[in-house]
Every structure is written in structure tokens, then in C-alpha cells.
Nanobody
Framework: EVQLVESGGGLVQAGGSLRLSCAAS????????IGWFRQAPEKEREGVSC????????YYTDSVEGRFTIFSDNAKNRVYLQMNSLKPEDTAVYYC???????????????WGQGTQVTVSS
């Protein structure tokens, strides 16, 4: 059984930092692209960042470029999202997802975690 478990969310003031972690069991990140998505209340789920399993290429949506960093520790089977200079508009539930290729479309990912809440206060 495949499981993805996110952790690291919390409440932080604007300008602060958080590091989200996505731990996997039942699959190895070597074989999958990993995406971080977020969903704010009454908004659609949006892609934030993703990392390719084939060459480690990383991708960021414009609103987080330069502030967020995605990286993997394949030995630990974890993918992280380092979030710096957080803004109130970053407030959302953050999900990690595993799929067979890098994509911004949530439907292209096969496995999802349960999400972790990130709240940025102004």
C-alpha cells in the first residue's frame, strides 16, 4: 500500500519560514515525480512546485519562485519543501503527490498525502 505523509505545517508570521516534509512508503521517489500542491478555502488546488525523478529538475509556480525550494533525500525517501519569506496568501493546506511525470495538473498524480495546514499571519 502506498502512503504519503506530509508534516511540518503550522502557524508562522509573515516573513517567516517553514519546511514541509513528504515521507513515502510503498514507493520509492526514484521512480516518481513529486509535486507539492496547495488548496486555500474556496479555491482550486494549485501546483506549487515539482521535482522530476529522471533528472532532478525542479519547477515552481511564479508566485513562489525565489522563495520556495523543493529537494529530495532519496536515501530517506523524503521530499521537502523549504518555504521562506512566507506571505499571508501562502496560507493553505499543502499536499504532496506522486506521479509518473512532472505536471501541474492534479489529475496527473496517482498518490496523495492527507495534507498539512500552513497558516501565515500578517
Amino acid at each position: 500500500e502506498v502512503q504519503l505523509v506530509e508534516s511540518g505545517g503550522g502557524l508562522v508570521q509573515a516573513g517567516g519560514s517553514l519546511r514541509l516534509s513528504c515521507a513515502a512508503s510503498g514507493l520509492t521517489f526514484d521512480d516518481y515525480a513529486i509535486g507539492w500542491f496547495r488548496q486555500a478555502p474556496e479555491k482550486e488546488r494549485e501546483g506549487v512546485s515539482c521535482i522530476s525523478s529522471s533528472d532532478g529538475s525542479t519547477y515552481y509556480t511564479d508566485s513562489v519562485e525565489g522563495r520556495f525550494t523543493i529537494f529530495s533525500d532519496n536515501a530517506k525517501n523524503r521530499v521537502y519543501l523549504q518555504m521562506n519569506s512566507l506571505k499571508p496568501e501562502d496560507t493553505a493546506v499543502y499536499y504532496c503527490a506522486a506521479g509518473y511525470g512532472v505536471s501541474w495538473a492534479p489529475g496527473d498524480y496517482d498518490y496523495w498525502g492527507q495534507g498539512t495546514q500552513v497558516t501565515v499571519s500578517s
